[in-house]
């Protein structure tokens, strides 16, 4: 279970990147925050977030429209 889930369901790029940015201070150290979304660009965002923030995507799913990322504070 991740630390942190961020709902960002039914919002367009940059939104969900802004609330996972947002909810990533409130993840510990080697802590994960799930972001569930709908946006289908969001896979590339998270992809780009991940390599600027130098934090770990790890796990990306999709289940009926609903985008689902599992990312890893690694600071």
Known sequence: MA???VDAKGLN???P???AKKALKDV????TM???ATD?????DFEAF???TGNTLVENSVDDGVYR???KNTA
């Not at 510990?28 to 802590?31: Q, R, S, V």
């Not at 289908?40 to 590339?44: E, F, K, L």
Request: aromatic share 4%; proline share 11%.
């Open 3 to 5: 630390d942190v889930t």
């Open 13 to 15: 790029c940059p939104l």
């Open 17 to 19: 990147i802004l609330r």
């Open 28 to 31: 510990p150290a080697g802590g």
């Open 34 to 36: 799930e972001v569930l």
């Open 40 to 44: 289908p660009g969001s896979a590339a």
């Open 50 to 52: 991940c390599r600027t």
């Open 69 to 71: 990322y599992l990312i």
